[in-house]
């Protein structure tokens, strides 16, 4: 069974940097995916923060980028959100998503990010 489990948030102060980590587990061809990284804010709907596809095309959120960069380790079958000059609005619960070719979406627990002094 297709598992992610994501790790690396915490508390960072403002102007702080993270690494997201997704590790996934169950995938056979995981270089055939694209990945995702999503958040949710509090009385927020979910939203697409980051995504590399398989053939390593990324796109961001307007709101991230030039601050945060997705990548993806296919030998480890891994995905990475590397945060960098963190703000408070970044403040949210970060989830890994795994794209399949035939449209099957697959979401990690979550990993809650708090930037704050």
């Known amino acids: 069974q297709l598992q992610l489990v994501e790790s690396g948030g915490g508390l960072v102060q403002p102007g702080g940097s993270l690494r997201l980590s997704c590790a996934a587990s169950?995938?056979?061809?995981?270089?055939?995916?694209?990945m995702g990284w999503y958040r949710q804010a509090p009385g927020k709907q979910r939203e697409l923060v980051a995504r590399i596809n398989r053939g390593d095309i990324t796109n961001y959120a307007d709101s991230v980028k030039g601050r945060f960069i997705v990548s993806r380790d296919n030998a480890k079958k891994a995905a990475y959100l590397q945060m960098n000059s963190l703000k408070p609005e970044d403040t949210a619960v970060y989830y890994c998503?795994?794209?399949?070719?035939?449209?099957?979406?697959?979401w990690g627990q979550g990993t809650q990010v708090t930037v704050s002094s």
């Open positions: 169950g995938v056979i061809f995981f270089s055939s995916v694209a």
């Open positions: 998503n795994l794209h399949t070719l035939d449209g099957h979406d697959y």
